[in-house]
């Protein structure tokens, strides 16, 4: 018995699906040659291929702009750093300095790039960010700029929408879905070419717009070309994509489950500003509500305040114990004290200065883990945004997200950690404040050279690890689309030939 | 051919848009319903194509439960609508093309398929390559039996197809009914239109979800028509152009 049901349904499933799929095909050929005559569709495609060249014309400008700034001080660095005189480790020597390169990715997707400094100084008391990239507009954090990815994720968003709708909802306000579901085919069917047929026109509406900025773009800037680059943009189409058969997906349930097509255009809509404008905006704001982090600048001002009060009251106590070290002229930096002094000192100020280190290395951890759990929340809140979703994987796919400011700061940071050990916790001239407030100083070893520092190199993540970097919006995105087009079809049979329909 | 056996469905306020309907059609044989929007006749045409679930009752198409097997009862009935349910920016020609591949008659695009059943119909053939939404709602409405003649369906299902038409192509629809009873159909239709009621074998009066009155063709030609819906039916709109 079981064999013969088995075999039975084997027989009986390519019977069904078969003329099943073949009227797949028929829907999807009838939706696109609907969708290409749709005026419309047409209007929104051209309007998003003509803000695509513009969004690649104001990105191109604006990273001229910082590029053109990198190159300036790359050239006052260079300068700087031919100089003869060595390093004193006592204070922030320009010389060090890394200067931050601007990502070519932000020429299509700007994510954090604006926000992030210019160059970082390192300084004894820890790292010292420096102003923030100049930029045609201000705030990027939650992509308020109109990029390639903005314009995905508003424009044709909105086109992805609506398209979905009009599949459901309007075909039904225009009678049309009554006489579609008198015919002999499974709803899933006609829902499932329906869906292709959407995502072939938005796909298509998708390469016309990113070409057309990417291909903008490249003619500027031939580095675009690179294979790691256009491998990243691959990246970002797959994202992109996804997000809009998601809106697809939604604008259909939305057109099943509401009987008129006002009132499913009005919810529609009002879904669409939530997930193209709200929804990212939001994210921000609950982050920074549930776990607010002073500002880089700030936590830097507070290291050096107490950095310096215990840098004078090292000073003091150690220039108070040795007032034979009085006068003589202040900073006679020939002087050398008797050699059991000079331990002595030594001893002390080494004691003094790997307490204080431990202090200014816990400020600077609170800020970094801080920042750290800041990042991760805004990770897990974007979740519940398929808009903020996209962000995230473009910037991350750009290099101009948050792991590439992550990544900065960590290297800036290691950096540092090696200027401590070679430079600023074993300082080639002590400084002391003996009584009478007068300084005194010595050479403690000849100063070392810029040339004799590690320089910095900063690891420009492949396409690789870009796409590892943003494989968790990707994933959520495909589990987005799976359950979105899943409910499509579910809810699908739900635009039933109701009654309204056959009153036409 | 169409059985409905004690067909009902209750709305969500709790009203009966269908009370105990019982019909039967065998093959070669027409019924028409005639009754406003509001007495449940698009109700029953739904549950008729498996759009609409039934609360109880079964309704069985050529034997096919429409409940259980939908897609395999729909293979089994040409349904003809209103002009609106074609596609207006197709033209009359591509939405036959259209509709019949869709219900898997796969000679539909062999030469001369389309055009005679669009011929059958009655479609002048200068409206053949003319988009359906420059063409009058009749010629629209037309080109559903064309599909329906093209499909060979042993069921044919009609509902209100005379809504906003002329009398000539009422004229044309009535000769088609004609002919597909000929052929041996099973033909259940509704209408709000009294006269083109009048070329089907039995009529009915559908008010309030049920069937208060029910005559044959030959019965009804004794008497008017309009003086049986009022006698029977209670109140029944006239203007065929009212659904």
């Given at each position: 018995?079981?064999?013969?049901?088995?075999?039975?349904?084997?027989?009986?499933?390519?019977?069904?699906?078969?003329?099943?799929?073949?009227?797949?095909?028929?829907?999807?050929?009838?939706?696109?040659?609907?969708?290409?005559?749709?005026?419309?569709?047409?209007?929104?495609?051209?309007?998003?291929?003509?803000?695509?060249?513009?969004?690649?014309?104001?990105?191109?400008?604006?990273?001229?702009?910082?590029?053109?700034?990198?190159?300036?001080?790359?050239?006052?660095?260079?300068?700087?750093?031919?100089?003869?005189?060595?390093?004193?480790?006592?204070?922030?020597?320009?010389?060090?300095?890394?200067?931050?390169?601007?990502?070519?990715?932000?020429?299509?997707?700007?994510?954090?790039?604006?926000?992030?400094?210019?160059?970082?100084?390192?300084?004894?008391?820890?790292?010292?960010?420096?102003?923030?990239?100049?930029?045609?507009?201000?705030?990027?954090?939650?992509?308020?700029?109109?990029?390639?990815?903005?314009?995905?994720?508003?424009?044709?968003?909105?086109?992805?929408?609506?398209?979905?709708?009009?599949?459901?909802?309007?075909?039904?306000?225009a009678g049309t879905l009554s006489g579609l579901l008198s015919q002999p085919v499974h709803r899933a069917a006609i829902a499932i070419g329906k869906i292709l047929a959407g995502a072939l026109t938005l796909g298509a509406a998708l390469v016309l717009s990113s070409f057309a900025a990417v291909g903008s773009v490249a003619i500027q800037f031939p580095e675009v070309r690179t294979s790691n680059n256009v491998q990243a943009l691959l990246g970002f189409g797959v994202a992109a994509f996804l997000?809009?058969?998601?809106?697809?997906?939604?604008?259909?349930?939305?057109?099943?489950?509401?009987?008129?097509?006002?009132?499913?255009?009005?919810?529609?809509?009002?879904?669409?500003?939530?997930?193209?404008?709200?929804?990212?905006?939001?994210?921000?704001?609950?982050?920074?509500?549930?776990?607010?982090?002073?500002?880089?600048?700030?936590?830097?001002?507070?290291?050096?305040?107490?950095?310096?009060?215990?840098?004078?009251?090292?000073?003091?106590?150690?220039?108070?114990?040795?007032?034979?070290?009085?006068?003589?002229?202040?900073?006679?930096?020939?002087?050398?004290?008797?050699?059991?002094?000079?331990?002595?000192?030594?001893?002390?100020?080494?004691?003094?200065?790997?307490?204080?280190?431990?202090?200014?290395?816990?400020?600077?951890?609170?800020?970094?883990?801080?920042?750290?759990?800041?990042?991760?929340?805004?990770?897990?809140?974007?979740?519940?945004?398929?808009?903020?979703?996209?962000?995230?994987?473009?910037?991350?796919?750009?290099?101009?997200?948050?792991?590439?400011?992550?990544?900065?700061?960590?290297?800036?940071?290691?950096?540092?950690?090696?200027?401590?050990?070679?430079?600023?916790?074993?300082?080639?001239?002590?400084?002391?404040?003996?009584?009478?407030?007068?300084?005194?100083?010595?050479?403690?070893?000849?100063?070392?050279?810029?040339?004799?520092?590690?320089?910095?190199?900063?690891?420009?993540?492949?396409?690789?690890?870009?796409?590892?970097?943003?494989?968790?919006?990707?994933?959520?995105?495909?589990?987005?689309?799976?359950?979105?087009?899943?409910?499509?079809?579910?809810?699908?049979?739900?635009?039933?030939?109701?009654?309204?329909?056959?009153?036409? | 051919?169409?059985?409905?056996?004690?067909?009902?469905?209750?709305?969500?306020?709790?009203?009966?848009?269908?009370?105990?309907?019982?019909?039967?059609?065998?093959?070669?044989?027409?019924?028409?319903?005639?009754?406003?929007?509001?007495?449940?006749?698009?109700?029953?045409?739904?549950?008729?194509?498996?759009?609409?679930?039934?609360?109880?009752?079964?309704?069985?198409?050529?034997?096919?439960?429409?409940?259980?097997?939908?897609?395999?009862?729909?293979?089994?009935?040409?349904?003809?609508?209103?002009?609106?349910?074609?596609?207006?920016?197709?033209?009359?020609?591509?939405?036959?093309?259209?509709?019949?591949?869709?219900?898997?008659?796969?000679?539909?695009?062999?030469?001369?398929?389309?055009?005679?059943?669009?011929?059958?119909?009655?479609?002048?053939?200068?409206?053949?390559?003319?988009?359906?939404?420059?063409?009058?709602?009749?010629?629209?409405?037309?080109?559903?039996?064309?599909?329906?003649?093209?499909?060979?369906?042993?069921?044919?299902?009609?509902?209100?197809?005379?809504?906003?038409?002329?009398?000539?192509?009422?004229?044309?629809?009535?000769?088609?009914?004609?002919?597909?009873?000929?052929?041996?159909?099973?033909?259940?239709?509704?209408?709000?239109?009294?006269?083109?009621?009048?070329?089907?074998?039995?009529?009915?009066?559908?008010?309030?979800?049920?069937?208060?009155?029910?005559?044959?063709?030959?019965?009804?030609?004794?008497?008017?028509?309009?003086?049986?819906?009022?006698?029977?039916?209670?109140?029944?709109?006239?203007?065929?152009?009212?659904?």
């Amino acid at each position: 018995m079981g064999n013969s049901r088995l075999t039975r349904t084997t027989v009986e499933l390519p019977v069904i699906l078969l003329p099943q799929m073949k009227r797949v095909w028929l829907i999807l050929l009838h939706e696109l040659a609907s969708q290409a005559a749709n005026t419309w569709i047409r209007v929104a495609t051209a309007g998003a291929v003509l803000l695509a060249l513009l969004v690649a014309r104001t990105g191109s400008e604006d990273y001229r702009i910082r590029y053109d700034q990198f190159v300036q001080l790359s050239e006052q660095l260079d300068a700087t750093r031919t100089r003869k005189s060595g390093l004193s480790g006592l204070g922030l020597d320009v010389g060090l300095r890394v200067l931050h390169a601007p990502a070519i990715g932000s020429t299509l997707v700007r994510g954090l790039e604006s926000s992030m400094p210019i160059y970082w100084d390192f300084s004894p008391s820890g790292v010292v960010s420096g102003p923030t990239t100049p930029s045609l507009a201000q705030d990027s954090e939650v992509g308020s700029v109109l990029d390639l990815e903005s314009l995905v994720r508003t424009v044709l968003g909105l086109l992805a929408l609506v398209l979905g709708l009009h599949m459901v909802a309007g075909e039904r306000a225009a009678g049309t879905l009554s006489g579609l579901l008198s015919q002999p085919v499974h709803r899933a069917a006609i829902a499932i070419g329906k869906i292709l047929a959407g995502a072939l026109t938005l796909g298509a509406a998708l390469v016309l717009s990113s070409f057309a900025a990417v291909g903008s773009v490249a003619i500027q800037f031939p580095e675009v070309r690179t294979s790691n680059n256009v491998q990243a943009l691959l990246g970002f189409g797959v994202a992109a994509f996804l997000y809009l058969v998601v809106l697809l997906a939604l604008g259909m349930i939305i057109g099943a489950l509401t009987r008129a097509y006002s009132t499913a255009l009005i919810l529609g809509i009002s879904i669409w500003v939530y997930v193209a404008f709200v929804g990212p905006q939001l994210v921000v704001f609950a982050v920074r509500t549930v776990a607010p982090v002073a500002s880089a600048h700030q936590q830097e001002l507070e290291r050096q305040k107490v950095f310096d009060a215990r840098l004078r009251n090292a000073q003091v106590s150690i220039g108070q114990r040795f007032p034979e070290l009085g006068g003589r002229e202040a900073l006679a930096l020939d002087y050398v004290p008797k050699s059991n002094v000079r331990e002595e000192i030594e001893r002390l100020w080494k004691s003094e200065a790997l307490e204080t280190r431990r202090i200014v290395e816990a400020i600077d951890e609170r800020l970094v883990q801080g920042r750290l759990r800041q990042a991760r929340l805004m990770r897990w809140f974007a979740l519940a945004s398929p808009g903020s979703v996209l962000l995230n994987a473009a910037t991350n796919l750009a290099d101009t997200g948050r792991p590439t400011l992550e990544r900065w700061e960590r290297d800036v940071r290691d950096q540092q950690r090696t200027l401590n050990k070679l430079l600023f916790d074993d300082p080639p001239r002590l400084i002391l404040l003996v009584p009478g407030g007068s300084l005194s100083g010595f050479n403690r070893r000849p100063l070392p050279t810029l040339k004799t520092i590690r320089p910095f190199e900063m690891r420009v993540p492949d396409s690789l690890r870009r796409v590892r970097d943003s494989a968790t919006e990707l994933i959520v995105l495909v589990v987005y689309l799976l359950f979105g087009v899943g409910s499509a079809v579910a809810t699908f049979p739900h635009a039933e030939l109701a009654e309204e329909a056959l009153r036409h | 051919m169409i059985e409905i056996r004690r067909l009902s469905k209750r709305n969500r306020d709790g009203t009966l848009a269908l009370d105990d309907i019982s019909i039967s059609v065998r093959a070669g044989e027409s019924h028409c319903l005639v009754g406003s929007a509001e007495s449940g006749r698009p109700t029953l045409i739904g549950v008729c194509l498996s759009a609409i679930r039934p609360t109880s009752g079964e309704v069985l198409i050529a034997g096919v439960d429409v409940v259980r097997r939908p897609v395999q009862a729909r293979r089994l009935v040409a349904f003809a609508g209103s002009h609106a349910s074609l596609y207006g920016s197709l033209t009359i020609r591509q939405n036959v093309e259209f509709f019949t591949r869709l219900a898997g008659v796969h000679n539909a695009a062999a030469p001369g398929v389309v055009e005679n059943g669009l011929r059958w119909a009655g479609v002048p053939e200068r409206h053949f390559d003319v988009t359906l939404r420059n063409v009058g709602s009749g010629t629209a409405v037309l080109a559903w039996f064309a599909i329906a003649s093209v499909r060979d369906t042993p069921v044919v299902i009609l509902a209100d197809p005379t809504r906003g038409v002329s009398p000539r192509t009422r004229l044309a629809m009535q000769d088609c009914v004609a002919d597909l009873r000929a052929q041996g159909k099973a033909i259940l239709a509704t209408t709000t239109d009294l006269a083109f009621a009048s070329a089907f074998d039995r009529i009915g009066v559908f008010h309030a979800g049920r069937i208060v009155a029910e005559r044959s063709s030959a019965e009804v030609m004794n008497q008017s028509l309009a003086q049986f819906a009022l006698e029977l039916g209670g109140q029944l709109p006239l203007d065929p152009n009212h659904s």
